[in-house]
């Protein structure tokens, strides 16, 4: 079931993902949140760090889990995930480290350290509310097109066009990581509610994928069209094809 809406501008779904956000954690002020890194929910972040300011939402109690991680980036590296949602919103709204969950880019072992988040995530039950952007190939959190959909927490080797969209946030594109670790489909598709932001007009294709009526695994996000809760938030640029 999709409820879906279309903003006028990309500061407008970020207030409202930020309601969504807020009104998740008033009513339950022990939600397990699920969060997403890129460019996309850094105004949703902004807006959530205002009301925390305004004391309008408390993260106290709140458990994170995050979708993914780079393979090789250790926590504090500038450009690792970690870091990321530490900068924008974990440092800046007191949550503490015992309440972050995050898939490890570091190991010696890549089963054990997918096992490793399985293991946290089976333990919580389920996500009450996971936050996804959307690749421009349909990918969600990391999961690339595929023949397969792959449920549980894996290794995936990143496309081209994933790491030319992502060589923005590295000095060069060589730096980009070619592997990341990232929940699975099956992980995503337990969350009770899914909210997914998508505001660049490069999203139009991908986001047309939820409203297609096929499912599949070439176009990831496509899966979402079987899940019964899911609030897509959308910009104009992205809904013109719609
Ligand atoms: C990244 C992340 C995804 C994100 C997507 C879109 O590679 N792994 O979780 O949703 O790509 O990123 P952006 O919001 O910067 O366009």
Not at 43 to 53: A, F, K, P, S, W
Not at 90 to 100: A, P, T
Not at 110 to 134: H, T
Request: some cysteine; overall charge negative.
């Amino acid at each position: 079931m999709f409820q879906w809406m279309v903003c006028d501008h990309y500061e407008e779904m970020s207030r409202q993902a930020a309601q969504i956000v807020a009104r998740q954690i008033q009513q339950k002020p022990d939600s397990v949140i699920g969060f997403a890194t890129g460019s996309t929910p850094l105004g949703l972040y902004q807006e959530l760090v205002r009301m925390y300011h305004n004391k309008e939402v408390s993260f106290e109690r709140i458990q994170t889990f995050n979708l993914d991680e780079y393979v090789g980036l250790a926590k504090d590296h500038p450009q690792s995930y970690y870091r990321f949602m530490w900068d924008h919103l974990f440092g800046q709204v007191g949550i503490q480290e015992s309440q972050i969950h995050f898939p490890s880019g570091i190991f010696q072992d890549a089963k054990q350290a997918c096992e490793e988040y399985e293991i946290q995530l089976q333990r919580i039950g389920a996500i009450d509310l996971q936050i996804l952007g959307i690749g421009a190939n349909g990918h969600i959190g990391f999961n690339e097109p595929s023949d397969v959909f792959v449920m549980g927490t894996h290794i995936v080797q990143l496309t081209e066009r994933t790491i030319e969209a992502n060589a923005r946030f590295f000095q060069d594109k060589s730096e980009v990581p070619r592997q990341a670790i990232t929940m699975g489909i099956g992980n995503i598709m337990k969350a009770r509610h899914i909210l997914l932001l998508a505001n660049d007009e490069s999203k139009a294709e991908a986001v047309q994928s939820l409203f297609s009526g096929v499912v599949d695994p070439r176009v990831p996000a496509s899966i979402l069209q079987l899940h019964p809760n899911v609030s897509v938030l959308v910009t104009s640029e992205v809904a013109y094809l719609l």
